[in-house]
């Protein structure tokens, strides 16, 4: 019964979104023809900005990839050095159980006289 409650509540939350693009879409039309300025004018300029966008949008992704392959990289390196930590320390203490087990198996004989 929740489930059903979950999706009608999803379903409510797109609605400013919808309502916002369709404002956004009626403004723009509305913009355009009712704009003083020529058609040739309009649409010179709607592709001027346009490429402006686009171009800003490039470099901001190629920027937002940068950052992400840097930060991976530092990363790889952590948790290499990490791993790397890992095993030494698990070699270490290996060893040292290894002792003494062989300690407990073969107890040193004392020698008295």
């Known amino acids: 019964m929740n489930d059903n409650s979950q999706g009608n509540d999803a379903g409510r939350n797109f609605g400013p979104v919808i309502g916002f693009a369709v404002g956004a879409l009626l403004g723009g039309v509305l913009g355009v023809l009712l704009a003083p ?14 490429r402006r966008m686009g171009s800003d949008a490039y470099h901001t992704v190629d920027d937002a990839r940068t950052s992400i392959n840097d930060a991976a990289t530092g990363l790889g390196t952590d948790v290499k050095n990490a791993i790397d ?10 060893e040292r159980a290894a002792s003494r087990i062989a300690q407990i198996i073969n107890p040193p ?5």
């Not at 040739?40 to 900005?49: D, P, S, W, Y």
């Not at 030494?88 to 203490?93: L, Q």
């Not at 004989?109 to 006289?113: D, G, K, L, V």
């Open 37 to 50: 300025a020529s058609g040739e004018k309009t649409r010179r300029r709607i592709g001027e900005t346009a």
């Open 85 to 94: 930590a890992g095993r030494d320390a698990f070699r270490r203490d290996g």
């Open 109 to 113: 004989t004392s020698h008295t006289p």
